[in-house]
């Protein structure tokens, strides 16, 4: 009896303080997340004070729509499906192998993942399109065709594969293999039986964040479909923006967000399946040399694809940042501190929108690791149905149309006691919200890999949930947070679509300075959104370089 009481008593307590961190991140997401989309979604569906639900058979119906439907969607499979297939081999190089300007290179191929996508398109149009590289060797043009589209959502979803699966695989005990393997198992099978089955959450969790973008791809699609091609997001924004149609946008809003959700929903009972205690280790025990041709070839292809498929597109941005009107040189960057020169783009000079970035990005990287760390300790043990189903629903920001977010912002954050049109706080909100889901979802799978047996022997001990989380989970799980912080760092740095519509025009962010320089005619417009371009590029690069190179303290136990 007086074990069963302690049992219940303990179950309370785990129960009481996972909802406790649950608060938090609930309140945030209720108050920046689902009241903005609610309330932009009202003003579409309700007309009058009545609400026109049969708009939504009358927008499904539409031929026009469904094709927009049936493109999203493929195009999203084949993206998930090509970038997994060319990052999955980059993702255990990068895990196991220890080569020079290892750390240099995980940097660079995380920069695309932060750039604008309209500086990415016109990148890709330089290499793909009339006058590009193939073009002017081969004669071929992609520009024109679905494949242009898929090798940019490559290009900007690779580094979550690598980041995603291989900090993991890096993590794993590689003896467990070479047990199976002494056992009889084949090189594949010890493979196929042992390590697949362990990074199976990771690679479905990089495999959901990679279907989630390309789903809601908007500046790619825009840009190098032209008017062939377009997703749901990319009509969202001509409905809204061009056309001042609210209520097919608010239907196709809603369809978006019941695609995702049934997605996630089956995401989190796939992880749930795949849940086990794994035996993780020093990273740095893991990773050595090449040894034979084919682990030389296969470094060598990897090293191949990111030269093609990551250096390429961004030599692009130096070369042309650096191709001034009388030839080579600084022109472009000497210009962005005059506040004439972009033509009363801004009302300011161009270059503080660096200054703005770092700033609001650094809030927000702030932002996401209280709200994601919560959130993701509170996730860690299995619980009822409704924390798991937060699980999901904590990734919902990645699915909502970013336009959608953004106008949500401006007509629900206008009053009091939340005010904050005036405000800056407002761009890192909407850069956190993004920033949230890659917290939880980098920190999650490395917690719930923790023996339990660990914080058990902590409570026995009188530790506090919270002293618990300090003294067993952080020490553990410090890399993922590094990495997690970083992820948060480079989102905040190239999100665009809710911050074009809420960042001031005396306080612009990157993106949105590289988007209206873009959008005046010009050269010397073109030129400085290109040196703005490449600034983001370098700035971003440079905090992965500093990230990497961080290290755990191997005597603490960390990995």
Known sequence: MVLARTEVTKSVRGNAARLGLMAGPVVFFAVFFAYPV????????????VWQFGRIGEVLSRPDILRVLWFTTWQALASTALTLLIALPGAYVFARFDFPAKRLLRAVVTVPFVLPTVVVGTAFLALLGRGGLLDELWGVRLDTTVWAILLAHVFFNYAVVVRTVGGLWSQLDPRQEEAARVLGAGRFAAWRRVTLPALGPSVAAAALMVFLFTFTSFGVVQILGGPTFSTVEVEIYRQTAQLLDLSTAAVLTLVQFAAVGAVLAVHAWTVRRRETTLKLVDPAQTARRPRGAGQWALLGGVLATILLLILAPLGVLVERSLDGPGGYGFEYYRAL??????????????????????????????????????????????????????????????GVSAVTVGFGFLITLDKPPLDLRASWILVPLAQALVGVPFVVRMMLPVLRAVD????????????????????????LVRRA???????????????????????????????????????????????????????????????????????PDRSSGEF
């Not at 609610?38 to 009058?48: N, Q, S």
């Not at 022997?457 to 020490?475: C, M, N």
């Open 452 to 475: 339990g047996r660990l914080r058990e022997a902590a409570a026995v001990l009188g530790a506090s949930p919270l002293r618990v989380w300090r003294e067993v989970d952080l020490p």
């Open 38 to 49: 609610v309330a932009i979604v009202g003003r579409g569906l309700e007309i009058d004070g």
């Open 337 to 398: 501190t005059a506040l004439d020169a972009s033509g009363g783009t801004f009302l300011v000079p161009p270059i503080d929108a660096v200054w703005n970035s770092l700033r609001y990005a650094l809030v927000a990287t702030a932002i996401a690791l209280a709200v994601g760390g919560l959130a993701a300790a509170a996730l860690t043990r299995k619980a009822g149905r409704l924390l798991r189903g937060f699980d999901a629903l904590l990734m919902l920001p990645l």
């Open 481 to 551: 947070l590094l990495i997690a912080a970083g992820f948060a760092f480079a989102i905040s740095l190239g999100e665009f679509g809710a911050t074009v519509f809420i960042a001031r025009p005396d306080n612009p962010t990157l993106p949105v300075a590289v988007a209206r320089l873009l959008g005046r005619p010009g050269e010397l417009n073109y030129g400085q959104a290109m040196a703005l371009s490449t600034i983001l590029m370098v700035v971003c690069a440079v905090a992965l370089l500093v990230l990497e190179r961080i290290r």
